[in-house]
């Protein structure tokens, strides 16, 4: 199994920056994909940035440009560097790992971060 914990939420005016990071522990080798998601009040949860375990990356449209996913495989975190940040941006953040183990895939979730951004 794959535990997920994230931290760094809070609150920021529009413009400002926050760096959410998302700390793996359990069977860390069998992790393909770890994502952030984000969902809104009344939305659904969307996808908002994917690093692979080889380093590949993949942004939502709406946050490319200002928001960076990146790996540290040494401490086993996975962060989101989001900068230019709008009101829009607000929403529950949830960090996601994409498991791969023995044929079966398996997806984990954090208990998420609340992101405010104030206008």
């Known amino acids: 199994q794959v535990q997920l914990v994230e931290s760094g939420g809070g609150l920021v005016q529009a413009g400002g920056s926050l760096r959410l990071s998302c700390t793996a522990s359990?069977?860390?080798?069998?992790?393909?994909?770890t994502d952030w998601y984000r969902q809104a009040p009344g939305q659904q949860r969307e996808l908002v940035a994917s690093v692979t375990n080889s380093g590949n990356t993949n942004y939502a449209g709406s946050v490319k440009g200002r928001f960076t996913i990146s790996r540290d495989n040494a401490k086993n975190t996975v962060s989101l560097q989001m900068n230019s940040l709008k009101p829009e941006d607000t929403g529950v953040y949830y960090c996601?790992?994409?498991?791969?183990?023995?044929?079966?895939?398996?997806?984990?979730w954090g208990q998420g971060t609340q992101v405010t951004v104030s206008s």
């Open positions: 359990g069977r860390l080798f069998s992790i393909i994909r």
């Open positions: 996601a790992a994409e498991e791969s183990w023995l044929g079966v895939q398996t997806r984990y």
